[in-house]
C-alpha cells in the first residue's frame, strides 16, 4: 500500500460560481459537511444530506449580496468539485431584516430541536468573531473522493493571496478537528476552542495574518517554475 500523497488533481480552474449553480453548490457542500460535527448536532437525522442541502441553498441566497460570495473549483465541462463561501471585509454578518426574513425557511430545515441548537451555534459564533476588519470564510467543502488532491489548498489560494497582497486578515470557524492541519498549512491559526453547550461538539475560531513576504520570489515562482496560479474567472 502506498503512503504517498495524492497528486493535485488537474484540468479545472477556479471562478465565481453561477446563480444557475446555487443548486449543485448546495448538493456539493452536502456531501462534504455530511458527517460534520456541528451539522448532525443541529439537523434531524432523518434524510440529513437533503436538509444539509437546504442549509446551504439557503446560505448562498444570505450570501451572495455580500462582497466575495461563492466561488467554485470546477472542471472545464462543468462539473463542481468544491465550493467556499466567502464575505469581504464589514460584510460577515447578514442584515437583520435577511435574517428575520429567512427564519421560515431555517426552521423547515433545523426543527423544533435543531431550530434552538442553531441559535446555540449562531450566538457562539458571532460572540466568538473578532472585530478587526478581515475577510470571513463561514464554509468551505471539497466533494467526496478529492479530498487530498489539492483541490481545496486552490480555491483558498487565490483569495488567501489577495489577502496578502493587499494586508488584509481572514477568519473562519473549523467544525472539525480533523480539518485543522489543512488550515493550518494555509497559515490560519486556532485562536480558542467553543464549546457547544448541553454536551455539544466543539468549533474552532481560526485566524489568519496577512503573510508580509507574498509576491516575493521563491524557487517555484522564479522563471522557468512550474507553479500556476488559478484566477476566478466570470
Same mark, same amino acid.
Given at each position: 500500500?502506498?503512503?504517498?500523497?495524492?497528486?493535485?488533481?488537474?484540468?479545472?480552474?477556479?471562478?465565481?460560481?453561477?446563480?444557475?449553480?446555487?443548486?449543485?453548490?448546495?448538493?456539493?457542500?452536502?456531501?462534504?459537511?455530511?458527517?460534520?460535527?456541528?451539522?448532525?448536532?443541529?439537523?434531524?437525522?432523518?434524510?440529513?444530506?437533503?436538509?444539509? !442541502?437546504?442549509?446551504?441553498?439557503?446560505?448562498?441566497?444570505?450570501?451572495?449580496?455580500?462582497?466575495?460570495?461563492?466561488?467554485?473549483?470546477?472542471?472545464?465541462?462543468?462539473?463542481?468539485?468544491?465550493?467556499?463561501?466567502?464575505?469581504?471585509?464589514?460584510?460577515?454578518?447578514? !442584515?437583520?431584516?435577511?435574517?428575520?426574513?429567512?427564519?421560515?425557511?431555517?426552521?423547515?430545515?433545523?426543527?423544533?430541536?435543531?431550530?434552538?441548537?442553531?441559535?446555540?451555534?449562531?450566538?457562539?459564533?458571532?460572540? !466568538?468573531?473578532?472585530?478587526?476588519?478581515?475577510?470571513?470564510?463561514?464554509?468551505?467543502?471539497?466533494?467526496?473522493?478529492?479530498?487530498?488532491?489539492?483541490?481545496?489548498?486552490?480555491?483558498?489560494?487565490?483569495?488567501?493571496?489577495?489577502?496578502?497582497?493587499?494586508?488584509?486578515? !481572514?477568519?473562519?470557524?473549523?467544525?472539525?478537528?480533523?480539518?485543522?492541519?489543512?488550515?493550518?498549512?494555509?497559515?490560519?491559526?486556532?485562536?480558542?476552542?467553543?464549546?457547544?453547550?448541553?454536551?455539544?461538539?466543539?468549533?474552532?475560531?481560526?485566524?489568519?495574518?496577512?503573510?508580509?513576504?507574498?509576491?516575493?520570489?521563491?524557487?517555484?515562482?522564479?522563471?522557468?517554475?512550474?507553479?500556476?496560479?488559478?484566477?476566478?474567472?466570470?
Amino acid at each position: 500500500m502506498s503512503t504517498r500523497p495524492a497528486p493535485p488533481l488537474a484540468g479545472y480552474g477556479i471562478r465565481f460560481a453561477w446563480p444557475t449553480e446555487s443548486g449543485a453548490v448546495a448538493a456539493l457542500l452536502a456531501r462534504a459537511f455530511a458527517d460534520d460535527p456541528v451539522m448532525a448536532w443541529m439537523i434531524p437525522a432523518a434524510d440529513r444530506e437533503r436538509g444539509i !442541502a437546504r442549509y446551504f441553498r439557503l446560505a448562498q441566497r444570505q450570501q451572495r449580496p455580500r462582497a466575495g460570495a461563492v466561488r467554485v473549483a470546477a472542471t472545464g465541462g462543468g462539473r463542481l468539485l468544491a465550493a467556499a463561501l466567502w464575505s469581504g471585509p464589514g460584510c460577515w454578518k447578514p !442584515a437583520p431584516v435577511r435574517e428575520l426574513a429567512a427564519l421560515p425557511r431555517y426552521a423547515g430545515i433545523f426543527g423544533l430541536r435543531g431550530m434552538r441548537r442553531a441559535g446555540e451555534v449562531q450566538n457562539a459564533m458571532h460572540e !466568538a468573531h473578532p472585530q478587526p476588519p478581515h475577510w470571513y470564510l463561514p464554509s468551505v467543502g471539497t466533494d467526496r473522493g478529492l479530498q487530498g488532491m489539492g483541490v481545496g489548498s486552490a480555491l483558498l489560494a487565490q483569495q488567501l493571496a489577495d489577502c496578502d497582497r493587499l494586508g488584509q486578515p !481572514a477568519y473562519l470557524e473549523s467544525s472539525n478537528v480533523t480539518n485543522l492541519p489543512f488550515y493550518e498549512n494555509l497559515g490560519f491559526r486556532v485562536t480558542a476552542e467553543i464549546r457547544l453547550p448541553g454536551g455539544g461538539p466543539a468549533f474552532w475560531p481560526m485566524w489568519r495574518d496577512p503573510d508580509p513576504t507574498a509576491g516575493r520570489p521563491t524557487r517555484r515562482d522564479a522563471p522557468g517554475g512550474s507553479s500556476e496560479r488559478r484566477r476566478p474567472t466570470r
